[in-house]
Every structure is written in C-alpha cells, then in structure tokens.
C-alpha cells in the first residue's frame, strides 16, 4: 500500500462546477501537508499548505482531518485553467516530502 | 530570479551506457531532492541532501544509481550502465524552508 493515496480521476467536469479531491495517507507521524499542481510535461508546482482548521485561497479550499488522516482539495467555480494533475504531498519529521499519483482534472467549456 | 537548472532536458541514450543528469538548485536553498516520475509509479523521492550531506537514499533503486553533491550549487545524478526501465523524467528540487520545494524542468531519459 503507497504512504499517499489519492482518488483515481480523472475528473471531467464543465466550467463553474465545484470538483473536490481526496487523498489518505498511513504514516500517522506525518507533520506537514501539502497540495501541488502540475500541468502537461510541467514540474510540479506548491499550490497551497493545508493546515489543521482547514484554509482557504481564493477558490480553492484545502482540509486536514488528522484522526482520519484524510486531506481534501475542493475547487469552487472551475475554470478552464484549473485543468491539471493535483498532487498530495505529505511531509514526515524531517525534509522527506511523500507524492500521491496524482488526480488529474479536466475543466471542459 | 533563477529557478532550479536542469540539464540536458532531454536524454536518449543506449542500454549500458553511462548517464549522468545535472542540477543546479536555487541559490541560497539548503536541501536537494531528486525524484524520478514514470507514469506507473508516479513521483518517487530518490534521495536528498542537506547543506551537500546525503540524508536519506533509501529511494535509490539499486546500485547502479548514484548521487553527488560536490558544494552548495551543483548536483549530479548518475546511472551506469543505464537500461530501458530508468526511462523517467527525473526531477530536482530544492528548499530553503520545509514548506516549499521548488522544482527544475526535469530531464526526460530515454533508454533504448
């Protein structure tokens, strides 16, 4: 079983729709939580932290649920920009930063 | 301001031939990563270094892999000999905090 798992996609979904992601992970000493974003053959990039009492950047919301160590990604208001793979990331005790696979979104007009 | 340099962006070599990918991370970072990322199996962590010391390369796949880190500017991943199942993009990152890497264009191998 991967340390990161997220769900499969990938998610087509029409402009203006609210899509979320989700991702568990097993290392119940996992300290700091992350979502990035990665377009076609693009590195991947930091789209934003995710901290305990949950955060918000714009459309995006991000929330940590520790005892189910469960991290969800929630996109409002999808724009044709938005069409990426997202990755969960997950950070141990030191600078050793954990990958899920990847959920790609598809935003179509 | 630079980013994290990467070279060549594209690798196509033979099987058993010696590869070596170049990085180049962000000035003033602490710490470099090397992933590698194939559509089966994702981004996978190969090793790191802080302040040029390797700290954990449990994510080497074998011994045909090997990293350097000769000062704070420049990196080397090599693979020898190469075989078809490197063919990646292999990535490089650095940080100077622990909340954000920052990562290269990658180096696309081809191993025929």
């Known amino acids: 079983r991967k340390e990161v798992e997220q769900d499969p996609g990938p998610f087509n979904v029409p402009e203006g729709a609210t899509v979320a992601f989700n991702c568990t992970y097993s290392n119940s000493a996992s300290q700091s939580f992350f979502w990035y974003r990665q377009d076609c053959r693009k590195e991947p990039k930091l789209l934003m932290s995710?901290?305990?009492s949950g955060n918000e950047d714009g459309r995006f919301t991000a929330q940590l649920n520790r005892a189910s160590q469960y991290i969800s990604l929630l996109i409002r208001d999808s724009k044709l920009s938005d069409s990426a793979t997202y990755l969960c990331?997950?950070?141990?005790?030191?600078?050793?930063?954990?990958f899920g696979a990847g959920t790609r979104l598809t935003v179509k007009p | 301001d630079a980013g994290v340099i990467q070279s060549p962006r594209h690798e196509v070599t033979e099987m058993g031939q010696e590869v070596t990918l170049r990085c180049k991370p962000i000035?003033?970072?602490?710490?470099l990563f090397w992933y590698r990322q194939t559509m089966m199996r994702g981004l996978e962590l190969l090793i790191y270094?802080?302040?040029?010391?390797?700290?954990?390369d449990s994510g080497m796949p074998e011994d045909r892999f090997s990293a350097k880190m000769p000062n704070a500017s420049f990196s080397t991943l090599k693979i020898q000999p190469s075989e078809p199942r490197d063919s990646a993009v292999y990535f490089c990152?650095?940080?100077?905090?622990?909340?954000?890497?920052?990562f290269g264009p990658g180096t696309r191998l081809t191993v025929t």
């Open positions: 995710v901290y305990s």
């Open positions: 000035s003033g970072h602490n710490s």
């Open positions: 270094f802080n302040n040029n010391v390797p700290i954990d």
């Open positions: 990152a650095s940080s100077l905090h622990v909340y954000e890497q920052y």
């Open positions: 990331v997950v950070k141990r005790n030191n600078n050793d930063m954990r």
